[in-house]
């Protein structure tokens, strides 16, 4: 069974900065394609990162393109999600979830575990 932890949520500025971490265990970590969601209170859970097994490939939501990064370290079993230039829009629970499948999904329901969740929240 695949364990997600998240971690580096806050509270930040408008224009501000912060690096989250979601920690895997359970299983080969290299093996999982590996995405950042985020829901914000009163919406449905949405895209925001990807990234393949080896990073060679990520992909972004509209959104955030620009302003965030995704990356990973299969020696640290670890993948993150910089984020900087942070708008009050950003603000809401970011999830990571892993998936076995290659094509780099952005649905939620093409992912097989998630974390539970860090709160993010950009104050203007």
């Known amino acids: 069974q695949v364990h997600l932890v998240e971690s580096g949520g806050g509270l930040v500025q408008a224009g501000g900065s912060l690096r989250l971490s979601c920690a895997f265990s359970?299983?080969?970590?290299?093996?999982?394609?590996m995405g950042w969601f985020r829901q914000a209170p009163g919406k449905e859970r949405q895209f925001v990162a990807v990234?393949?097994?080896?990073?060679?490939?990520?992909s972004y939501a509209d959104s955030v393109k620009g302003r965030f990064t995704i990356s990973r370290d299969n020696a640290k079993n670890t993948v993150y999600l910089r984020m900087n230039s942070l708008k009050p829009d950003d603000t809401a629970v970011y999830y990571c979830?892993?998936?076995?499948?290659?094509?780099?999904?952005?649905?939620?329901?093409?992912?097989?575990?998630w974390g539970q969740g860090t709160q993010v929240t950009v104050s203007s």
């Open positions: 990234i393949s097994t080896s990073s060679r490939t990520t």
């Open positions: 979830a892993a998936t076995r499948t290659t094509s780099l999904p952005v649905g939620v329901a093409s992912y097989d575990y």
């Open positions: 359970g299983r080969t970590f290299s093996t999982y394609a």
